[in-house]
């Protein structure tokens, strides 16, 4: 059994389903991915979000606002409390921090501002109402971790999502109780950084995900990624750390029922 931790159900595409997600989920569920955590990121679209997991019974959700789209507004405290009580809501985000995409221009001082304020509300949030924070970091090492320190709980912590920094930050989100997730980029030819990362990272503390539909793995880079694809992360993985891909699942998810303790686990009929 295997879950996507990360994905963004409301953008796949679903053209070769005939249209329905439903037929998307259920193709992964034939390929054992049994779970998935649906994301938000922008206020826009989190009420879809919501609704596609109380749609579909193996789906739960993550409510909050993207760094790279705070411009666009982002979310009040008590918004998040109340979009997070809901009964399928298990996280908040993603939110973080994102100094990558320069070129796309939100990388401006006042965005800058504004991706801290956001991220510190919602990791303020996550404590208060006792849930897991899903955290997009680039390029922002010390100002993630600065953040996590001040405004985060080591009891109810949170994952860093599609992981593409090194072993030394990986480790000192360790040390905050934090999980690290690994998307479809480890199956890259460029990522041995990442490969790095997963062969010294403790396993109990491991996640996959596919973030689809962005960054499908290798073999099918440059296409449309989808939850089934997460197997495919799974192999990779199981192969690096040197064990079973039914050990791997195993394991990746026991680390997210552990972490995403509001998630009931569903068992297909
Ligand atoms: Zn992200
Ligand atoms: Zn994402």
Known sequence: MLIDSHCHLDRINIDRYDGSLANAIAAANERGIQQMLCISVTLD?????IDIAQTHPCVVASVGVHPCDVKEGTATEEQLIRWASQEKVVALGETGLDYYHKTEGHYETESKELQHESFALHLSAGKKIGLPVVVHTREA?????ALIKAHGSLEHSGVLHCFTEDWEMARAALDLNYYISISGIVTFKNAEQIRDVVRNMPIDR?????????????????????????????QFVADLKGMSIE???????????????????????
């Open 141 to 145: 090492k010390a100002d993630t971790l």
């Open 45 to 49: 679209n989190i009420q879809t979000v």
């Open 206 to 234: 491991l996640l996959i995900e596919t973030d689809s539909p962005y960054l499908a793995p290798i073999p099918y880079r440059g296409k449309p990624n989808e939850p089934k694809y997460v197997r495919e992360v799974a």
């Open 247 to 269: 050990k791997l699942g195993e394991h990746t998810c026991d680390n997210f029922y552990r972490l995403f303790n509001k998630a009931k686990q569903y068992l297909p009929a």
